[in-house]
């Protein structure tokens, strides 16, 4: 046996460090938290200090099992999870539930997988740092105490299954609050002026009036003042300038950047930085320092100088000015300055090629530019058209990357032909063009990612988990607006006379940006009505900075909880007794036919138009609000239009077809079949002949393509894009394949090879008695038996185990599952009785 023992929280990362170590070390995973609190109670006695009960979940017995045999055979255990504070709680975890004797456990940090630097953490090991521990622990309980007690008052006030969550009912609040700025905001409309001239040499260059026009009356007196008119250059202007690298990747502006360059999601650049860090190919992807070590400097100078050559090289040290900020530690860069690119999985390629750009440019020379200003006089006014130019001199950085932005740029400056002062230009355009005033842009993943960091909320490792929470628990969604339609004038000069021209332009289009739906701005309101507190960004930056402050040993962690708990704890208590029900309604209006209340609000299966009140005899009428509106913008007309709905079109093939909206969007109905609108088809705008025709497509599209083994195949497309089905098996197809020419060829070889990897998943089948075990992804393996599927972790060797076995463990997954209906049924029950009483009390 191994006289040492490496512990690590990633399998992978446990496979590549143990490339770099000896025989005499033997490297094991807790695959993350081997402990944590529990999942179904709140697990912390504020009657005791906030003293958290942490436990070994059941997923993780097997694991702690086998970390123990371990540590017995081991003369020294190496505690090595990652760096940061989560890092350190794991290790602390696993000194504690292991029973690791101090004098033989050693923690190792280290910020790259990399033989280097594991060598040199084991030179260097130190203790377990607790006041990184209490940080963690600190941010666990708050958040815990924040979520077990705000979210049970949103079950009673608004809606059962809602949570709440100091970061995340942030993030929300910013996004309801963007949307609200967006829809009250009020265009303003202005002519702005643009002329193309040219010069004596043919070329072409743009130039723009400094100042709009207000009125339409304003910019057409302005163009006629240059009919027939000569121009000349007043002003020429040429200064050197220059512009600077960004600084190597935090976690936050990695995120951003491979969110405006490779349109991954938050969460994806996580996953797939993690991916590339346990590889040891870049560093620790956690982190929210600008530094880079001596080493990485030099590392990035040698390659500079030898790709790009002596001028490209300007070695920078970055420092970042945030609160928190932990300047120890590295910024995300490559592990191995001179590798370029690594042929690995397609995605992970990319984020690793915006890393590497970005490490070697933050240490290349400044790009040189010249920046030119150029005025334009006619000889008629004296108002003054506007040229900027530049044009590189010296690439610098710009040779290998560029940073992106947010926000267009209209006036960004382009090329500038060889102009002189007092030389003639030749007028070939001038335009007065309409353009009215942008609301702000709604947030993109990465711009609230911004916003979060500017506002000192959350930290590195909280960003990620904070947007994947708040579009699972349909708070958010991407948007999928299409925009509208709007009209804006032209006037241009054409035969010495000014000419108008009505054009069209589409605005509002915001696909994939983050959009609030209604249930989310219902909890918004209600959390900042009731909690103001935890919903204030100062608020939630100062308790960030606590943490930091315990992280450095300057706030005993318990009493920052104690000083939150005294005023939050109450005031749960209080809205939960005091507080009115919550559904977000809105009453638009008296519905002409009855002369009864029209109103929105969120019901039940979603947000919903209801005519008559719960108090009167007759029962209220409901509809389902279309996908695209909400109970914060519905007009009176558009709620009043619901009620007409189902449309009964017509007869088709002797079945009744009808178009209507149900809880997954507007569709037709013919007969048995259900058939989806197109994305932004206006279900008031389907008429008999366009339904008929959605339902020959589809029709046509379930109609088999081919036969195979006399069983039919259909295809399709759905979440995961282009499939084939067959027997019931859906059957993915690659971009290898002409996925609208299919031949019978390519239909057989889709089929057999999905069965032969079927085939090849089963590890055991049972069939006398329908079990069957199966291999999973990630290593795991299930077993099914019916609709029952019990999940096997890691640890155990499906392929040794027994029928009798897996028979117990099918009966104690229905034994657990029973268990927690029956603890959910008794929680109600409880629940019913309580409010009962208080009601006999009052």
Request: charged share 30%.
């Amino acid at each position: 046996m191994a006289k040492n023992l490496v512990i690590v929280e990633s399998p992978a990362k446990a496979k590549t460090i143990e490339k770099f170590l000896g025989k005499d070390y033997k490297v094991a995973s807790s695959f993350g938290h081997i402990s944590d609190l529990p999942a179904r109670e709140m697990g912390v006695d504020v009657e005791k200090g906030f003293k958290p009960k942490y436990i070994v979940s059941s997923d993780k017995k097997a694991v702690v099992k086998k970390l123990k045999e371990l540590v017995k055979n081991a003369e020294t255990v190496w505690l090595a999870s990652d760096e940061d504070r989560e890092g350190e709680a794991i290790a602390w975890h696993l000194a504690e539930t292991l029973k690791l004797d101090q004098a033989n456990t050693k923690r190792i940090v280290f910020n790259s997988i990399t033989k280097n630097a594991i060598q040199k953490a084991i030179e260097n090991p130190r203790s377990i740092d607790y006041n990184l521990v209490n940080a963690q622990q600190a941010r666990r309980v708050l958040d815990r105490l924040v979520g077990y007690e705000l979210s049970p008052v949103l079950w009673k006030k608004i809606k059962t299954g809602l949570s709440a969550g100091r970061v995340q009912s942030v993030s929300v609040r910013l996004i309801v609050e963007r949307e609200r700025e967006i829809k009250e905001f009020n265009p303003e409309a202005s002519f702005r002026v643009v002329a193309e001239f040219k010069n004596s040499e043919e070329t072409v260059f743009k130039a723009k009036l400094n100042t709009n026009f207000d009125t339409k009356e304003e910019a057409k007196k302005f163009l006629e003042k240059n009919i027939g008119t000569s121009f000349h250059i007043a002003d020429l202007d040429t200064k050197p300038a220059k512009k600077s690298p960004a600084a190597p990747f935090t976690t936050s502006t990695l995120q951003q950047e491979a969110s405006r360059k490779l349109y991954f999601s938050v969460s994806k650049t996580m996953t797939i930085a993690q991916r590339l860090y346990e590889a040891g190919l870049i560093t620790y992807m956690r982190t929210d320092s600008v530094n880079l070590s001596p080493e990485a400097i030099n590392a990035a100078k040698e390659e500079i100088v030898r790709s790009y050559g002596d001028k490209f090289s300007k070695p920078r040290n970055y420092n970042k000015k945030s609160k928190g900020a932990q300047e120890a530690h590295e910024a995300i860069r490559p592990t191995d300055m001179s590798r370029h690119s690594v042929q690995i999985d397609r995605d992970q390629a990319r984020l690793y090629d915006l890393i590497w750009k970005r490490t070697l440019a933050s240490q290349m020379s400044d790009a040189l530019l010249e920046r030119t200003n150029v005025k334009v006089k006619a000889e008629k006014h004296n108002e003054l058209f506007v040229a900027n130019g530049e044009v590189l001199k010296f690439e610098g950085f710009l040779k290998v990357y560029l940073e992106g932005t947010d926000e267009e740029d209209e006036d960004r400056a382009g090329m500038l032909p060889a102009l002189k002062v007092g030389e003639q230009v030749f007028e070939q355009n001038i335009t007065a063009t309409q353009r009215f005033t942008r609301p702000p842009y709604r947030y993109t993943e990465a711009s609230l990612v911004k916003k979060l960091e500017e506002l000192g909320i959350g930290r590195p490792s909280t960003y990620a988990p904070t947007i994947s929470t708040i579009q699972n628990r349909g708070y958010v969604e991407r948007g999928t607006i299409e925009g509208v339609e709007r009209k804006y004038l032209q006037y241009s000069i054409v035969n010495n006379t000014v000419a108008e021209a009505t054009l069209t332009e589409t605005v509002g289009s915001d696909k994939g940006k983050l959009v609030p739906t209604d249930i989310g701005m219902i909890v918004n309101d209600f959390l900042v009505n009731h909690f103001s507190n935890i919903l204030d960004y100062n608020f939630t930056a100062k308790v960030e900075q606590s943490f930091d402050d315990i992280a450095s040993g300057e706030e005993d962690w318990t009493k920052m909880i104690a000083s939150f708990y005294k005023d939050f704890h109450p005031n749960v208590l209080h809205v939960e007794e005091n507080a009115d029900r919550e559904s977000g309604e809105r009453v638009l209006g008296t519905d002409p036919e009855s002369g009864r209340q029209l109103s929105v609000r969120l019901g039940r299966f979603g947000p919903m138009a209801q005519i008559g009140t719960v108090e009167e005899e007759e029962k209220p009428r409901f509809a389902s609000l279309l996908p695209d509106q909400s109970i914060d913008s519905i007009t009176f007309q558009e709620a009043l239009s619901l009620f007409k709905l189902p449309r009964t079109l017509g007869e088709y093939e002797g079945e009744e077809v009808q178009v209507n909206v149900g809880r997954f969007g507007p569709y037709v109905r013919f007969g048995k079949s259900f058939v989806s609108l197109s994305p932004g088809e206006d279900v008031f705008d389907v008429n008999f002949d366009r339904a008929v025709e959605l339902i020959e497509l589809k029709k046509k599209a379930d109609a088999p393509i081919a036969w195979y083994k006399d069983k039919e195949v259909t295809k399709g497309k759905g979440r995961f894009g282009p499939f084939i089905k067959y027997d019931g098996i859906f059957i993915n197809v690659n971009k290898k394949y002409d996925f609208d020419n299919l031949s019978q060829e390519d239909i057989e070889t889709l089929i057999e090879d999905k069965l032969k990897k079927e085939r090849e998943k089963v590890i055991h089948n049972w069939e006398d008695e329908g079990i069957r075990v199966e291999k999973a992804r990630w290593g795991r393996s299930n077993i099914i038996k019916g609709k029952t599927k019990v999940e096997l972790s890691k640890d155990i060797d499906a392929t040794k185990l027994t029928l009798d076995q897996v028979k117990e463990l099918i009966e104690k997954s229905s034994s657990k599952k029973k268990t927690a209906a029956k603890k959910k049924t008794t929680k109600k029950t409880t629940a019913k009785k309580t409010t009962t009483k208080s009601k006999t009390k009052k």
